[in-house]
């Protein structure tokens, strides 16, 4: 039963859902009754292109038809050996059901209907649909319940006309009465008129569903932009901090054992004294009681003769050594070290004002960017602390200052391979990545490719590696005399004061980018406006050196 089902299914035409009679297959491979594709094929005669009902590809002109002598072949011998339709009681219409409206009796359930008979037919009266000439132009469509609405409520005819004037479907009397005067065509008209407005309103949707799969695409990017930077930046901090506290602890440390040191060299020295001073004081007692035994002899005489046996009192050596003074030791120790820990709170809170304030320039996703500062000091605002990243660095330039500086020498730089650097170009990108609004300075010798790239562009040689060239970077080229902006191979000069300091101000969220030449006043050079699609690296190209200089 199951591999009769299988096989019915495989030999069925998708028009008619009845076995193919007289099988024939159309360029695509759908396979159809002649009659079915026939009768689909002449509805679409008026507008000259011809579709599968299946896979909806269309052909210009119409195709000619071919019977299919294998599908014929195998609906014969499934014919031969009983497969018949499914059985009608499994057929019967339900509550949800479209019945067939020629049935009598307990009606079946109607497989197509025909919008020239207003009426649904089950299986068994919809064929002679398929065999009649009669009913060749009839339009069969899938089964519905609402014929009646396309009838004339006034005149009882079908409503083949549509008044433009009132909007709403006539018949072909109508223009006669009430509609008298009215703006009138064919439904078909205006249906083929509706349908090009349909088309285009999908086209519109079609569109705005795309720009908003980008932005959404763009904000998933952004929060794993935001992602990366805040575990970047919590990585970092710690490490900060660590050692901070490291260090700290080993000032501690050294204090505490320089004090402990301090003390035991200074007590030795009090303990000698003190002995030395006790020793003394013990043998003062012992020629004082000398003394008084001699002073107590009433003998005149004894005392006469044992006076002079008395050894003289030696002079102190010790006593012009102790001073007396406040007592005060370590206490200038405690001194310096509250000053100390005063100025490190000054220094903290000072930083922390500075941490608190980029934390606030966060950006918010979807509220308003702010607009671009209009002074230097509103740039300073977004000033950051921009490094050299080595990994990208071409082998014959130096990083130094920190890595702030990079300079082209003559001879290739120790430095361990890397798949990120620029082999082809004296090119260098920022070990930082660039989100939010920044802005940074740079000062240059010789001439210098000023550039924002983003991470996955090329570092290999050939033109389209350098920095401009693609889509994958901005870059402003500075000449002693001269500028010229460069974006995707794109070149264009740009006047105005050269200087030896170049600023840069990005937006990353606002998809700002501006060049400005730094004097004795902050001169525009070249603005951007552009759509940012991932988080971007400041970069060098450089002729001789540059470096991201402190604003001053």
């Keep these: 039963m199951e591999q009769n089902q299988l096989d019915r299914e495989t030999i069925s035409c998708s028009i008619c859902l009845d076995l193919l009679k007289d099988p024939v297959t159309i360029p695509c491979g759908h396979s159809y009754c002649m009659t079915c594709i026939k009768t689909h094929w002449d509805g679409e005669d008026q507008r000259g292109i011809h579709s599968c009902p299946e896979c909806t590809e269309t052909f210009i002109p119409r195709p000619a038809l071919k019977k299919n002598t294998m599908l014929a072949a195998l609906e014969e011998q499934l014919k031969k050996t009983g497969l018949q339709a499914t059985p009608a009681d499994l057929c019967y219409a339900g509550p949800e059901d479209v019945a067939c409206d ?210 003289a009192l030696s002079e102190s050596t010790h006593s012009s050594i102790i001073k007396i003074r406040p007592l005060s030791y370590f206490e200038d120790v405690t001194a310096a070290l509250s000053e100390l820990r005063d100025k490190l709170q000054d220094i903290l809170r000072d930083a922390w004002t500075n941490v608190s304030l980029r934390l606030t320039e966060v950006d918010v996703l979807l509220s308003e960017p702010e607009p671009e500062p209009k002074s230097r000091a509103g740039f300073l605002k977004y000033s950051c602390e921009i490094t050299l990243d080595p990994d990208t660095s071409h082998r014959k330039l130096l990083l130094s200052e920190g890595n ?80 010229e902006f460069g974006h995707n191979s794109i070149w264009s000069s740009i006047p105005g004061p050269v200087s030896s300091r170049v600023g840069v101000y990005l937006d990353h969220r606002a998809g700002i980018l501006s060049f400005y030449s730094i004097s004795e006043t902050m001169t525009l050079l070249h603005r951007v406006q552009t759509t940012f699609t991932q988080p971007l690296h400041a970069g060098f190209g450089v002729l001789r050196s540059a470096e991201f200089c402190k604003p001053k």
């Design 404 to 483: 702030r500086k990079v300079t082209l020498m003559k001879q290739r730089q120790s430095f361990s391979s890397h798949p990120d650097k620029f082999t082809g170009w004296f090119q260098v990108l920022s070990r930082e990545i660039l989100t939010g609004r920044c802005y940074w300075e740079v000062e240059w010798r010789g001439g210098v490719s000023v550039a924002v790239a983003y991470k996955n562009m090329r570092r290999e040689e050939g033109y389209e590696c350098l920095f401009g060239c693609k889509d994958k970077s901005w870059a402003l080229n500075c000449y002693q005399n001269s500028y």
């Design 102 to 311: 020629v049935c009598t009796g307990r009606k079946l359930k109607a497989i197509k209907s025909c919008l020239v008979c207003l009426a649904s037919h089950c299986e068994k009266h919809l064929q002679p649909h398929y065999d009649s000439a009669a009913f060749k132009k009839h339009k069969l469509v899938e089964p519905s319940k609402n014929f009646q609405e396309n009838i004339c409520s006034r005149h009882d005819e079908v409503m083949k006309m549509f008044c433009r004037t009132d909007q709403k479907c006539i018949c072909y009397l109508c223009p006669e009465d009430d509609h008298k005067g009215h703006d009138t065509v064919s439904a078909a008209a205006e249906r083929t008129e509706r349908q090009r407005e349909l088309e285009v309103r999908r086209e519109n949707i079609q569109q705005r569903t795309q720009d908003r799969e980008k932005d959404v695409k763009l904000l998933q990017q952004e929060l794993e932009a935001i992602k990366h930077s805040a575990d970047k930046t919590v990585e970092d901090s710690e490490k900060i901090f660590t050692e901070l506290i490291r260090l700290i602890q080993k000032r501690r440390s050294e204090v505490k054992q320089q004090i402990r040191s301090q003390q035991e060299n200074e007590g030795s020295r009090v303990k000698d004294l003190k002995e030395k001073l006790e020793q003394e004081i013990t043998e003062l007692k012992r020629k004082d009681a000398e003394l008084k035994k001699l002073s107590d002899t009433e003998d005149h005489n004894q005392f006469l003769h044992n006076y002079p046996s008395l050894s």
